[in-house]
């Protein structure tokens, strides 16, 4: 079956209505990074709510320049307010207080840099909800961006980027968020830029070792190559720790 780009808009869009009356919260925050999936869950939020109350912020961490770009290229598009907090000098000191701790080297450390910046952002995130819903006097979510494929492999931060109040793209493969993008008309530039986490210097499918088509044909039940399935069952079977937290049942 097509996908039905303008349905499932106003699906989500509904359901963010929906939501928001029955709990009677206000507005939304959530970080921008240039790509296709927050330019998206932005787009969605402002039709759904207004732009009035929607706040981006991006959240530059020994970030590129032309990831603020293309945020801002976002926030003029629907309207929004764009805010910027620079995590860099919070994460170098973060680094200082590290380092006294023992001489460790950049790969022993490597892992642990890449994850604490989510972690970082996603604690702005909050202060900003926090502070805005003292603002304007009525309740700020934050909004998660990751997409179907990124969370069937567990592409994500526990405390970080998988930390949020409400998902809208949850069940949309990449491609299906493109096409979601398109109808809502997100920059191209925005919209068809390789994905990338912003952290590591690489693109999330060379992190990964597969496309993010060839995990939506996974997730489906396509025919894939053995190899690709093998890749894609590893990282899913791998990273379900990150879905399920033990929590001792008392007798």
Sequence with gaps: MRFNAKKETEKIIEFIREYYKKYNLKGVVLGI?????????AALFSKALGSENVVGITLPCHSKSTDATDAKL????YGFELINIDLTKTFDTFKVEISLLGNFSENELLNSDINIKPRLRMSACYYI???YSELKHGTYLVAGTSNKCELYVGYFTKGGDSTYDI???????VDEVIEIGKYLEVPEQVLFKSPSDGLSGKTDEDKLGVKYKEIASVI?????????KSKVDKLHTNNLHKFNIPVYERN
């Design 74 to 77: 976002v926030s003029d598009k």
């Design 129 to 131: 909800a926090a502070l």
């Design 167 to 173: 998902g809208v793209l949850n069940n949309y493969t």
């Design 33 to 41: 990074s240039g790509g296709k999936d927050s330019g998206v869950v």
């Design 220 to 228: 489906e039940g396509k025919k894939v190559s053995k190899e690709t």
